[in-house]
T-cell receptor, first 112, second 112 residues
Framework: DAGITQSPRHKVTETGTPVTLRCHQT?????MYWYRQDPGHGLRLIHY???????DKGEVSDGYSVSRSKTEDFLLTLESATSSQTSVYFC???????????FGPGTRLTVL | QKEVEQDPGPLSVPEGAIVSLNCTYS??????FMWYRQYSRKGPELLMY??SSGNKEDGRFTAQVDKSSKYISLFIRDSQPSDSATYLC????????????WGLGTSLAVNP
């Protein structure tokens, strides 16, 4: 599982509140990714990081920001949560001999 | 035209059947071809990856790539109820900052 944990695993919040999701990895991987997964849309990349303090946008980055101050932690922040951000969020890293991604267990976020 | 097409199913088969899952793609620059399996309420896990055209076998699973037709397949022999999951294809374009392009996933149910 490439040593990836996500917290919290479940969260219910209200529209307009800030939310931060944490991805933690223990194996010193350089690349980290945040996805959301929704029925009918599959996995969509939100943001990714290719090193400490090096991040870039994915295809659905509006309303999200990220930070990576340490190799092991990649934080995803919803500055002001909206109901459209209700989703399952997955973190992933790259491990192995090719660019295969390994996923965390996911965070189920509900915005009321 | 979408870069990757994958029929979402659902696909329902009896135990012991041979299952064929397919994806088509349009980007001839894709170099690595991957299959992930995702159980309900879990993160995707890498099942197999291939680099070149041809077949790659791992137990009951065979991955097939036809670059000339831009078509990849995953075959499952002697399917088991434990194979019930969503199967996602993924593609890597070298030089794309190690980002993967994902199919929507095919939901498979293997009935005892």
């Amino acid at each position: 599982d490439a040593g990836i944990t996500q917290s919290p695993r479940h969260k219910v919040t209200e529209t307009g509140t800030p939310v931060t999701l944490r991805c933690h990895q223990t194996e010193n991987h350089r690349y980290m990714y945040w996805y959301r997964q929704d029925p009918g849309h599959g996995l969509r990349l939100i943001h990714y990081s290719y090193g400490v303090k090096d991040t870039d946008k994915g295809e659905v980055s509006d309303g999200y920001s990220v930070s990576r101050s340490k190799t092991e932690d990649f934080l995803l922040t919803l500055e002001s949560a909206t109901s459209s951000q209700t989703s399952v969020y997955f973190c992933a890293t790259i491990a192995g001999e090719v660019d295969t991604q390994y996923f965390g267990p996911g965070t189920r976020l509900t915005v009321l | 035209q979408k870069e990757v097409e994958q029929d979402p199913g659902p696909l329902s088969v009896p135990e012991g059947a041979i299952v064929s899952l397919n994806c088509t793609y349009s980007n001839s620059a894709f170099q690595y071809f991957m299959w992930y399996r995702q159980y309900s309420r879990k993160g995707p896990e890498l099942l197999m990856y291939t680099y070149s055209s041809g077949n790659k076998e791992d137990g009951r699973f065979t991955a097939q790539v036809d670059k000339s037709s831009k078509y990849i397949s995953l075959f499952i022999r002697d399917s088991q109820p434990s194979d019930s999951a969503t199967y996602l294809c993924a593609f890597e374009n070298a030089g794309n900052n190690r980002k993967l392009i994902w199919g929507l996933g095919t939901s498979l149910a293997v009935n005892p």
